[in-house]
């Protein structure tokens, strides 16, 4: 059961006063046409400037609150939490403290506690983003939408955006920030792009492990650091990675202010990154949290941890 690359100098301090309207989330439908109220650019977002903090006081600095969603409404209401699990394990072995957020606090309840929380991952999970919210009809195969879930992650967001705190978004949480960000997806990969590699795992028995495929890492994005080093090959074309997977939906047109980070050889998305580095902001569309002793996979909870302990120094 759960429980509840620059120098450091040449960061600028983080602005005030400035936010993002998500009240009504998500209606943008392209690159030019913004979700009302999102301004051209993040001007109070923190540049987060270094992987590794220069700070050696850092790393003995208090864990860092991390705040994960509760991934669907049945799970929270059934108390379902082996799945959430391996959200809190991967973010305790990056030396963060997990808290989870209840996806039925009122609006005000909600804006307290992730007030009072550092940083965010938001999981994975069944569920699908009501296609609606990026003006698009429903599609056969879109599985059906968890309000609670999506209202939650669109909050977090904004607060995250207004308040410079890093985000950590997986699967399901790379595309509900896609779609936050006036980003649009594809329904069902499997009959909208009719790939031969397989993304879902459909068909697959539910105790069998994730299926893998490669993607390659894009040279010059954050995550690029992380595989450098994590110890990956680099070439002229990016890092080259097996990643698992388990997600029928990937990101179609790109939310305001993303760049893609990674891609599967079919050109599935498969991270975005939050541009251009006002705070550190990454999805990605595999499991890290599954891959234990993966180096990457690993990386990236390290990252999210350092990258919150930096901002909170400046």
């Known amino acids: 059961m759960v429980n509840q690359e620059s120098d450091k100098d040449h960061c600028p301090e983080r602005s005030s006063g400035a936010r993002i309207d998500l009240s009504r989330p998500c209606r943008a439908a392209n690159r030019e046409s913004l979700p009302n109220g999102l301004p051209p650019s993040v001007p109070d977002a923190t540049i987060w400037c270094s992987m590794t903090p220069a700070n050696p006081q850092l790393s003995t600095a208090p864990r860092p609150r991390v705040g994960i969603p509760w991934r669907t409404s049945h799970e929270e209401a059934s108390g379902i939490t082996t799945k959430l699990q391996y959200y809190f394990d991967a973010v305790k072995d990056a030396a963060g403290e997990p808290i989870p957020i209840s996806l039925q606090l009122s609006a005000e309840q909600l804006a307290a506690r992730i007030n009072d929380l550092d ?3 938001l999981p994975g999970g069944p569920a699908d983003v009501n296609p609606s919210l990026y003006r698009a009809p429903r599609r056969h195969e879109t599985h059906p939408a968890d309000p609670d879930r999506e209202k939650t992650d669109f909050a ?16 399901y949480g790379c595309q509900s920030l896609n779609v936050c960000l006036g980003g649009s997806l594809y329904q069902d990969i499997a009959s909208e792009l009719h790939t031969d590699i397989k993304h879902s795992k459909d068909g697959v028995p539910p105790d069998a492990p994730d299926p893998i495929h490669p993607a390659r890492i894009e040279p010059g994005v954050e995550i690029a650091q992380l595989a450098a080093i994590s110890g990956l090959a680099n070439s002229r074309e990016g890092f080259d990675v097996q990643v698992n997977t388990s997600h029928h939906q990937s990101v179609r047109d790109l ?12 050109g599935v998305i498969e991270a975005i990154e939050h541009e251009p580095h006002k705070h550190w902001v990454v999805g990605v569309q595999w499991h890290p949290e599954r891959m234990k002793g993966d180096a990457l996979a690993a990386a990236l909870f390290r990252a999210l941890v350092q990258a919150t302990r930096a901002a909170a120094h400046r």
């Open 255 to 266: 939310g305001h202010g993303l760049r893609v980070a990674a891609v599967a050889p079919d």
């Open 119 to 121: 940083t965010f991952v």
């Open 156 to 171: 977090i967001l904004e607060h995250a955006f207004a308040s410079g705190k890093p985000v950590l978004a997986i699967c």
